[in-house]
Structures are given as C-alpha cells and as structure tokens.
Nanobody, 115 residues
Framework: VQLQASGGGLVQAGGSLRLSCAASERIFSPNYMGWYRQAPGKQRELVARISRGASINYADFAEGRFTISGDGTKNTVDLQMNSLKPEDTAVYYC??????????WGQGTLVTVSS
C-alpha cells in the first residue's frame, strides 16, 4: 500500500494550503488516518488525526487553524490549513494505521511559509 500526498508548496504567512492524501489500495477499518509533520532538526509530531470512531484530535498548534477530513472507505485524508505561520514550515506526512496497528506513511510534502 502506498500513500500519495500532494498539495504542499510555498505560501506567505496568513495564507492557506490544502493537503490531500490517497491510498493506492483499500485499507480496511483503519484505526487512524491523519497528518504529521517534521520541521528541520525536530522530531515528527502529530498535526491531526481521525480515529475509526470518527473522533478527531488536533495538536494544540493546529486547533482553530487546521481542519482534517477523511473518508475511511476511500482511504483519503485531507488537511485544510489556514492562517499559516512561518513556524508551520515542515515536511507534512500523511499516515494511515490499519486495524492491525500497521502504519503506512506517505512520502511527505513540503510546506514552506514565508514571513
């Protein structure tokens, strides 16, 4: 299974981007679908994720600015990012964890926010 992420790019502070991710084949009953990010010199961190029960978790920095949406039957997950800040600059990775807790990762898409 491969996850294909798209939508990254360069944007000015205050702007918006929408990231999209799709799986190459069906992942049945995923535990989670979400987005993580990794900034230079930092560890990968959770941005937002949707659980199988449809509950959504956001990192504190994402709350109120980012919106995650997904389709568990199609294994697609999107991240709408508004009011972007320079500190949001990072490589963003989509993630799907299947029902056996196996994690699949996208290749990463770079988001650069200029001040």
């Amino acid at each position: 299974v491969q996850l294909q992420a798209s939508g990254g790019g360069l944007v000015q502070a205050g702007g918006s981007l929408r990231l999209s991710c799709a799986a190459s084949e069906r992942i049945f009953s995923p535990n989670y679908m979400g987005w993580y990010r990794q900034a230079p010199g930092k560890q990968r961190e959770l941005v937002a994720r949707i659980s199988r029960g449809a509950s959504i978790n956001y990192a504190d920095f994402a709350e109120g600015r980012f919106t995650i949406s997904g389709d568990g039957t199609k294994n697609t997950v999107d991240l709408q990012m508004n009011s972007l800040k320079p500190e949001d600059t990072a490589v963003y990775y989509c993630n799907v964890q299947n029902g056996l807790s196996v994690d699949y990762w996208g290749q990463g898409t770079l988001v650069t926010v200029s001040s």
